[in-house]
């Protein structure tokens, strides 16, 4: 039986089992240099990573080289840019795009406001212009005469500005109430009260603003999911933020960003801090990845294979990165990848074409050091082509690990424990410092993997799996698809808030096993086994126990191309399947 055990082991990884989804056990995968391969990879990411194939990305021409802090559609398709001008010169200014969707026509440009202080949010609520900037939100409106004025309509309730940095972000609109964010002035005084470091929110009939989210950094991104209305914003890593997180807007939630230094204390003791939605691990080359230095808005895909998942830009980086989230106990979590690299610039802003165009928006500055490769405006469009692209699509938790679902069928021979590397680690240990490493970093132990019929979803059960952690998911041999493409990047970030009570995959995959040229389908259900070959062709099951001893009453005849088994115990098995073209071995284990 020492043989038929080695020739088990062969093939479990080509076989693949996903619907022994409480049953099939592997062992451990190994030792890998983890560290030696990131080591390898550029200090920055974006500075080489690749375009996303689905799309194809260009420079809008004629050059727009504006330095863009908002991007937004009027009702008659022209697109609405907001130019962030330079640091407290007041330079901002709103121009009018035509052509921006056309691929033939050249694109025309119509300035018709300047003076606003480093804007950085636009919006058009009803045909209405609305800016955000240092001073508060305005309401821009076109006169009779053809000109356009801008009216004050929502004070700023705090001061905005610190020295030379701007501190008002974003603008996004939703369900009648526009929203903003405030970073802190200085993380030891504030300059009146209440203090910023709040998300805003905004009555578009009255102007009226109610505070929510606090305890906020230096929030340069904001985004909502528009089939809910939840509303997210991303913040900067730096003082007390080891990475840059993305957080649920919500009424009273505190972020973990202290306002002032009270009574010599940093940090407030009691305070119950709402945790991030998602983290992504930040600012430089390291062993655990790295996704973003200055993160920026949050667009939620409308049409495509992404869609309803958010990008995100960084405006220090020429990179565009993609957030999945999904609720689990009513409570924001998800996964992080990266999407592409840029044409032009740090993207600070994107909006969407009718026909899924993305159009992102670049900004730099060089007095406060944003900028890629000292690019400092610039517009890039994603065009969707026809192009497949082998690409992680969603990692969902359940109640063992996390199921991965891709966009092309997983190459059955690369569905097993050799195939990933899970790391998981913590960022609970708040300081002063700027920025940080993660805490507590642990190689996991994968103990199952198990696939869906189309091989499209795979699971990774992991052992020792637990909340607060972030769970960084590796592709270590270049994952490829049933056709050939490789995964298109190698990382995956997944924050584990709560652990969901979901079970894991229960359908299996289907795939050839060596020169066996029939594919087949098992499906076991508590203890008993369903196997089907795919191709109506007969064949027998003989079941044997560890000692290598054929169980009684276990031979199954599958005529018709099926046969069924029933374990009456639990335990180690070895399934010896016999077809007309050869044999095979299959362990699994009934818990």
Do not use: C
């Amino acid at each position: 039986m020492g043989n038929s055990l080695k020739f088990v082991a062969g093939f479990l990884f080509i076989f693949q089992v996903g619907g022994f989804a409480q049953a099939v056990k592997w062992q451990d995968a190994g030792s890998y240099d983890y560290a030696g391969h990131n080591g390898k990879t550029p200090a920055y990411p974006g500075t080489d990573g690749p375009m996303n194939p689905a799309y194809t990305a260009t420079r809008v021409y004629p050059e727009i080289d504006a330095t863009v802090g908002g991007l937004a559609w009027l009702p008659n398709g022209d697109l609405v840019l907001l130019e962030f001008g330079a640091v407290t010169r007041k330079s901002g200014a709103l121009t009018i795009l035509k052509n921006v969707s056309s691929a033939s026509q050249s694109v025309t440009s119509e300035t018709i406001l300047k003076g606003l202080d480093d804007p950085l949010g636009v919006q058009v609520v009803d045909g209405v212009i609305y800016v955000n900037d240092q001073g508060g939100v305005w309401r821009v409106e076109k006169s009779e005469s053809g000109t356009y004025s801008k009216t004050l309509f929502s004070p700023r309730p705090v001061a905005a500005r610190k020295g030379n940095y701007p501190f008002a972000f974003n603008l996004e609109y939703h369900g009648g109430f526009l929203y903003y964010a405030m970073g802190n002035h200085n993380i030891s005084s504030p300059e009146s009260a209440p203090w910023p470091g709040h998300v805003y929110k905004v009555d578009i009939k009255t102007g009226t603003v109610e505070t929510m989210n606090d305890g906020i950094r230096m929030p340069n991104g904001m985004g909502v999911k528009k089939a809910t209305g939840d509303l997210f914003y991303s913040d900067n890593q730096g003082q007390w933020r080891k990475a840059s997180p993305v957080f649920h807007v919500q009424k009273g939630a505190f972020n973990g960003h202290p306002a002032l230094k009270t009574g010599g204390s940093w940090f407030p003791g009691t305070a119950k801090v709402t945790p991030p939605a998602v983290w992504l691990p930040s600012n430089s080359r390291s062993t655990y990845g790295a996704m973003t230095r200055s993160t920026t808005g949050l667009h939620e895909v409308e049409n495509g294979i992404y869609k309803g998942q958010f990008l995100m830009g960084d405006n220090y980086m020429g990179r565009v990165n993609r957030i999945f989230l999904e609720k689990v106990n009513e409570v924001y979590q998800g996964a992080t990848f990266h999407f592409s690299n840029t044409v032009k610039g740090g993207i600070q802003t994107m909006i969407e074409s009718a026909d899924g165009t993305l159009i992102g928006g670049a900004l730099g500055d060089p007095q406060s050091g944003w900028n890629w490769q000292g690019v400092l405006g610039g517009l890039t469009k994603w065009t969707p082509n026809k192009n497949g692209v082998m690409d992680i699509l969603e990692i969902r938790s359940n109640r063992k690990g996390f199921d991965l679902e891709f966009t092309e069928p997983v190459k059955a021979a690369d569905i097993s424990p050799e195939s990933f590397w899970v790391v998981s680690y913590a960022y609970n240990n708040w300081s002063e410092d700027y920025g940080g490493s993660p805490e507590d970093v642990k190689k996991m132990k994968i103990t199952a993997i198990e696939s869906s019929v189309d091989r499209k979803q795979v699971a990774i059960t992991i052992e020792g799996l637990a909340k607060g952690r972030v769970y960084n998911i590796m592709f270590k041999s270049g994952l490829q698809s049933e056709s050939g493409k490789s995964n298109l990047f190698q990382h995956a970030w997944y924050t584990l808030n709560e652990i969901s009570d979901r079970d894991v995959l229960q359908t299996v995959a289907i795939a050839k096993v060596d020169r066996v040229r029939e594919g087949f389908q098992f499906d076991l259900q508590g203890r008993s086994l369903d196997i089907s070959n795919l191709q109506s062709q007969n064949f027998s099951v003989k079941v044997y126990n560890p000692a290598g001893r054929i169980v009684p009453q276990s031979v199954a005849m599958g005529r018709q191309g099926k046969a069924s088994i029933r374990f009456s115990d639990r335990g180690v098995y070895i399934l010896r399947i016999l077809t007309p073209q050869g044999s095979f071995s299959k362990e699994l284990t009934i818990l």
